[in-house]
């Protein structure tokens, strides 16, 4: 793949009649590594192992039919999306369907395995061609080579021309909806899609290889939530094969895991420079967004930082045609790949967005920003409030629970900051100490100790020892999936009422 890149850079002159392995290349790249790390996996302890590891672990080492199987998937080959291999061999030996109902099965004397897909597949077909006849018809409205030309500037006001750039990355972006659906309903046609049965809709679920959901990119108000209707199969890989991965055991990822994944994704996607500029502003512009929602969004909220006022649905347009507009502008030179050319296309714009990213951190990070910031700990108070536990752990203290309660919340909270598609915040990037200590695990060895020595056990006695930290990691088992839910459900009250 890197020599692809490289070739197409620089010994090879773009021919539209040629077709691009890389994108095949790409694909393949995910797939492979992640077999890889699973191979890896099932050789290690179990206990060593994060349940999502467990479930990729591959044991057995295939036979060569069954890897090639895998790695050229038909449905999947040249666009993706990508996908494990322990999803693929619970697919070609059908232990992929065993929680669908008998009565759902189709046929009549002969049951069969996989359920009826043809209609929720035709949707997905449906919704590729629907944004192809977009990808052919925007064409005549915009295109890039004009952006270059005298007439845009002097023509067509400032305004009109950073619209005009929107509707540009609108049309990038249409090819990707179109391949990627396509080859979604691919996936659910030959069954791969299919991801368990909802017990109380009585209906399939199908987005288990789900890479792309164009309305809520197209609709996000801010840029992490556009990312991760993004190329969504890539982002858990870069997450579960990369972040986590470069991160030491028992300590949680930091800077280096951060950096490690915004370099792999930056050239996983190639090494033009176009690309590289984009990753870097969107890495500025995800650290502006948290700092307009941790200062701005409040404001629109009642006391309870969850009940939005009647102001609040000016807050959010403003935010959707901001953050629509920012990634027209960021998108350009991922594109465009020459740097000069990018240079030269933002220019067009007098460079408003970076403008916008200097102004914004003189604001809040300058020497004036303590007459703009909200303070930290009052709106994470509000937030955290909403998903305290509501009832305490009987077998462990005040002080244990408070310990193990405050490990486990800030554990979770960790799980919704992971760079995505590797665009770290900023924040990933600042503050960072190579021997910082992990708090959490600090906390909750302290909970440990006094659970330990309340049940009076020695260091030598292995039996009472080994019974009494079973117990004590049930509690904390139960505590993380009580915690877990309580975020869960707080998401999704927060999502019902955006």
Known sequence: MAYTHFHLQFFAEYDPAIIDISGAQMILVLKLSAFGWSVHDGKQPIDSLSSYNRSRAIHEHPNLLPFIGYTFFYASLLTGPAFDYADYDNFIHSTLFDDVPEDKRPGKKRK???????????????????????????????????????????????????????????????????????????????GIGYNGYDAETHEFKWNRVQNVDPVAFELGQNVHTCLEAWNQNTNKWLKHYIYLRVAKKGKKPGFKSTVFTFATSAFWHGTRPGYYLTFVVGAFLQTVGKLYRRNIRP????????????????????????????????????????????????????????????????????????????????????????????????????????????????????????????????????????????????????????????????????????????????????????????????KDKMEKTN
Request: glycine content about 4%.
């Open 112 to 190: 069969r395995r996989i359920p009826k897909s043809g209609k929720q597949a035709f949707k997905k077909l449906l919704q590729g061609v629907f944004w192809a006849i977009l990808l052919f018809q925007v064409p005549k409205l915009v295109n890039t080579e004009f952006v270059f030309s005298k007439e845009f500037v002097t023509n067509h006001k400032f305004l009109y021309r950073i619209f005009y750039m929107w509707l540009l990355g609108f049309l990038y972006r249409l090819k990707y909806y179109t391949i990627w659906l396509i080859a979604e309903g691919a996936c659910i046609l030959c």
């Open 299 to 490: 404001r629109f909220l009642q006391d309870d930082g969850v009940t939005p006022k009647p102001t609040k649905r000016i807050y959010d347009f403003v935010s959707w045609v901001s953050t629509q507009l920012a990634f027209g502008f960021v998108v350009q030179p991922f594109v465009i790949l020459d740097f000069k050319k990018s240079l030269l296309c933002w220019q067009t714009v007098h460079y408003w967005l970076l403008v916008v990213i200097a102004g914004t951190f003189f604001i809040y990070r300058g020497p004036f920003a303590k007459y703009f910031t909200i303070k930290r700990s009052e709106t994470k108070l509000k937030s955290t409030a909403q998903v305290k536990p509501s009832t305490l752990n009987p077998n462990l203290t005040k002080e244990e629970n408070n310990l193990v309660t405050n490990a486990v919340e800030n554990k979770l909270e960790k799980s919704y900051h992971m760079p995505t598609l590797g665009v770290p915040s900023l924040d990933h990037l600042q503050n960072l100490d190579k021997d910082e200590i992990d708090e959490e695990l600090q906390d909750l060895k302290h909970a440990w100790n006094s659970f330990k020595s309340r049940n009076f056990l020695a260091d030598d006695d292995f039996d009472g020892l080994k019974d009494a930290y079973s117990n004590f990691t049930k509690e904390i088992n139960e505590m993380f999936d009580h915690t877990r839910e309580e975020f869960s459900k707080q």
